[in-house]
């Protein structure tokens, strides 16, 4: 493809091999990457495009520049594609804020973007084939409420001049911002943006399912419960729940899973307001439990999977959860208290696995690890417990992928898999995905 000249160097001058930074350059964007953005070439140089759509004509501006490859913004749109919608938000846009990266992007069409993403990380590091990505059907399903408002916890940062904003896309700056679209409708009343916070690093608000609503301030990594001056009683009215105080209690409540949930305001706990039951109905449908099944919850957080688990398998069986993080494991062990044969482990997966601090074997697993995926070792300690089935419930397609090639090293095999848009307007996409043992000799 032809390098336009555009920008540093004017037009008709003789380009110099390689991108500049800063430099503009017109260019044609290919397909959908990980990580928001989309692919071109310039000179056979890879360039990675951010507020782009695969086949539109733009001009984009170098940010970054790598041994091999560039990153760009697409601050102008030469021939659009048509899915591209204007913003809700003005703040998302190049050098604005970096939390949403396909605001550009009509929602429907945002769907499609991730799942394209999962279908070539499943070939490019999963090594499955197209024909094995087909007959899992991949898609990736909205959830209730829209693509706004759906955010229950938002961390603002706050710049060297006190005002609370979010940060750039791969940056420390702040961008200041007067509202957040993506922010669930208790937050955005709030008077968090228009309001210095001179000592605060952050700023961070959680409004739950429960009702409850919490502001914390974090000053020298200390956090303080705030309250707001000029809210009557400092109180807001959450939809479908009770008013609940600014500076309440440092624990917030959670509905899902046909459970009531406490845990810290700080804690652990699925952002969009129908996730929790979203992942949940998907696990026991995938996993299908049975009357008397033994089960673990790996990286249980507060045992939301346990507690739905122990529901279907019955009161006499074991269901054990495994968490590493203090708040997590006290959530957990006061949550389940009332389920007598489910029992909380505290300790990292890989050391319980490894030192049989559980052992099998275990008829069901499910296990929702960090963004870096289970690994290799946790995978083969779960396969060697002989488990009927496992759920998988990631938040990086990459790192589920890596893990689907251990599995299917194994002679294990990926039987089912679902998507969910869980962050609306970001490249961010959950899955969950069932795993199956070779047939029995």
Known sequence: MGRSAVGAGGSGAERRPGLEEAERVELTVDAVAPGGHCVARVDGQVVFVRHALPGERVIAEVTELHRGFARADAVEIVAAAPERVTPPCPYARPGGCGGCDLQHV???????????????????????????????????????GGPLGWRSRVRYAVDAAGRAGLLKHRSHEVVPIDRCLIAHPAIQELPLLGRPWPTAESVEVVASTGGDVVVTALTDGVPTLVDLPGQPATTVDVPGGPAAEVDGPATVREVAAGRNWTLPAGGFWQVHPAAADTLVDAVLDLLAPQPGESAWDLYGGAGLFAGALAARVGPDARVTVVESAA?????????LADLSRVEVVAARVETALARRRITGPVD???????????????????????????AYVACDPAAFARDVRTFTRAGWRLAALRGYDLFPMTQHVELVGLFLPPPAD
């Not at 708040?327 to 949550?335: C, F, L």
């Not at 296990?367 to 009927?388: E, N, Q, S």
């Open 327 to 335: 708040e997590g494991v006290a959530a957990a062990r006061r949550n």
């Open 106 to 144: 009509a929602p429907a069409a945002q769907l499609g973007w991730k799942t394209a993403v999962v279908r070539e990380q499943l070939t490019r590091l999963g090594g499955l084939t197209d024909a094995e990505i087909d007959g899992l059907r991949v898609t990736v399903e909205p959830l209730p």
């Open 364 to 390: 069901l697993v499910v296990l929702d690890p960090p963004r870096t995926g289970a690994g290799a070792a946790v995978v083969r300690d779960m396969i060697a417990a002989d488990p009927r089935a496992i």
